[in-house]
């Protein structure tokens, strides 16, 4: 995608008094959060998450942040300070400490209770995690990190306001604010507006929701929804949530206790966190309630509910494989019951719609968003935006977490409480914003591009071989195979044509192999044409006579052997 900040130089060195913003992901996407506060030569990164991909990124298991703006200063780093315990804000923290494996991380009990199995999946030390919560203030000098706690749709996020000579930061993280939440663990508009009354020289605000008007629904009305779901429902209940979404498994066990069904938790990530939560005392599950998969898959239908990952339509996760009809336990049929409990985030549209679909021509009935009020959303809408500007009076303001149209939104948010538009700063991923005297300005911007996860790859697939994977997927391969004798100039061998994933049988191929025979001979000659000329030649004619006939794109790949 093109942006206005894409012919911006590089930034100079931090000027002498000056605090630096380098986001390196979350600007322009819903994921792979990531912010670098620097001063004095020092910086301070707040969260590391991941990207999930979508359609159009086939193979890649995640996106992570372009670290490469840090990645000769590692030493600099002062700490890592976790918002919360999110995907998008801590998956890609493996990654950040296998370039650097002891670097300082804060954050709150259940945040790196959530990151300590990654840490160990990736064979990571767990030693340098530091536990925080609201009220905390700690030095990281240059730095001063305090810490305040915010509602969001995971139990123990928070903010953080940092304190530098050269000014203060205000960023939110993920977060709304729900007066009635299930932990009554608010929002602290106290400390914002302490914050405010101090002087925040830059408002970094979560932008998600900034185009949805008024105030987000609280947590607490979500529990009856579910309860009259389960009430009117004769057969089995799958639930799909977000494996971390901890308040609406616990609303889940509440329902099904009034109805008196006994829940399965299903997914290793999903079994995972709800264990730590109840550990740690922020899942409260009462006894019979839940139980192994094998053990309420043997309950009669009118029983059972699963807790099951793949909100997002994932293809591999429990539900697009229910819905398929391939999970080796849990099937969908007439009077059960699916209910889509999270939020959808862009760009699963399709994903969602297609395993809605699957699960109602199976015969289920289908709870979602859109039909029901069995979720809501964990961010701050245009309403409460608009309530944290006006506690917080900040000088400056630059909305972050969100794609381009959330961030915009966001920012004429701020425009109208008051805040001048020349003191809004919107940004993009690897622009840098330098915090000086009270004002913040763009100072350059650093490359910052999607780093890809594929396997044990990190970073090695571009976006040419993407696009060579839909190829494939979507046009198909051709191979053309010939064998010339380099001195005679002749054909010995060929060409023979293969394709694959294509729906045309090879015989429709017969028509077009005696041109690219007189091609070859053509264009080959005694003492040598080179091999990568009579490939050309061969993808040439083959590709355009394709075009033409099957109105089709695949993939060429022309062999020629030299004899």
């Given at each position: 995608m093109r942006s206005i900040f894409e012919n911006l130089p590089e930034p100079p060195p931090v000027p002498s008094g000056a605090l630096r913003v380098l986001p390196l992901g979350g600007l322009g996407e819903v994921g792979r959060n990531m912010n670098v506060l620097e001063t004095e030569g020092k910086l301070l990164v707040v969260d590391c998450g991941v990207l999930f991909p979508e359609e159009h990124q086939p193979g890649v298991d995640l996106i992570l942040p372009d670290m490469s703006a840090i990645a000769d200063r590692l030493d600099d780093i002062v700490a890592l300070v976790l918002t919360h315990g999110h995907e998008d804000h801590i998956g890609a923290v493996p990654y950040l400490l296998k370039l650097r494996p002891d670097i300082p991380i804060y954050g709150s009990e259940l945040t790196l209770a959530f990151l300590e199995p990654k840490l160990k999946e990736h064979r990571l030390s767990a030693s340098g995690l530091h536990v925080v919560a609201e009220g905390d203030r700690i030095k990281l000098a240059p730095f001063d990190a305090e810490f305040v706690s915010v509602t969001h749709s995971i139990p123990d996020a928070l903010a953080v306001f940092v304190r530098t000579k050269a000014g203060t930061v205000l960023i939110t993280g993920d977060f709304k604010m729900d007066q009635l939440p299930l932990d009554r663990r608010l929002t602290d508009l106290r400390s914002f507006a302490r914050f405010g009354e101090e002087g925040v020289d830059l408002f970094m605000v979560d932008s998600t929701n900034a185009e949805v008007p008024g105030f987000i629904t609280a947590e607490v009305e979500i529990g009856p929804v579910l309860e009259q779901?389960?009430?009117?429902?004769?057969?089995?209940?799958?639930?799909?949530?977000?494996?971390?979404?901890?308040?609406?498994?616990?609303?889940?066990?509440?329902?099904?206790?009034?109805?008196?069904?006994?829940?399965?938790?299903?997914?290793?990530?999903?079994?995972?966190?709800?264990?730590?939560?109840?550990?740690?005392?922020?899942?409260?599950?009462?006894?019979?309630?839940?139980?192994?998969?094998?053990?309420?898959?043997?309950?009669p239908r009118d029983r059972q509910v699963f807790m099951v990952t793949g909100s997002q339509g994932e293809p591999m996760a429990a539900l697009a494989r229910i819905a398929g009809g391939t999970h080796q336990s849990i099937s969908a049929g007439p009077g059960d019951t699916v209910v889509f409990a999270s939020s959808l985030i862009p760009g699963n549209e399709n994903s969602v719609n297609r395993v809605i679909n699957e699960l109602m021509g199976l015969g289920a009935k289908v709870v979602h968003r859109g039909n029901a009020k069995v979720h809501v959303s964990g961010h701050a809408s245009a309403g409460e935006l608009i309530y944290c500007y006006n506690i917080v009076q900040p000088k400056n303001v630059m909305p972050i977490h969100g794609e381009v149209r959330h961030l915009v939104a966001n920012g004429q948010l701020a425009v109208k409480t008051g805040v001048d538009p020349t003191r809004v700063v919107l940004a993009d991923d690897g622009v840098a914003i330098d915090l000086k005297d009270g004002r913040a300005v763009i100072a350059g911007a650093v490359p910052c591009e999607l780093v890809y996860v594929d396997g044990k790859s990190v970073g090695e697939i571009s976006e040419d071989e993407l696009r060579e994977r839909i190829t494939l997927g979507s046009e198909g391969f051709i191979s053309i195979f010939a064998v010339v004798d380099k001195e005679m100039g002749t054909v010995l061998a060929g060409p023979v044509l293969r394709a694959v994933g294509m729906a045309e049988d090879d015989s429709v191929f017969d028509d077009i192999l005696p041109e690219v025979d007189k091609a070859l001979r053509d264009a080959a000659a005694p003492g040598g044409v080179s091999a990568r000329t009579l490939q050309q030649v061969m993808r040439r004619v083959v590709g355009r006579w394709v075009s033409r006939r099957l109105r089709r794109r695949p993939m060429l790949v022309p062999v020629v052997v030299e004899q």
């Open positions: 779901v389960f009430a009117q429902t004769d057969g089995a209940i799958i639930v799909a949530s977000f494996a971390s979404h901890v308040h609406r498994v616990q609303q889940v066990i509440n329902a099904a206790q009034q109805c008196g069904r006994t829940v399965a938790l299903v997914g290793r990530s999903m079994e995972r966190n709800m264990t730590i939560a109840r550990e740690r005392g922020y899942l409260q599950i009462p006894d019979g309630a839940v139980a192994e998969l094998k053990t309420v898959e043997k309950l």
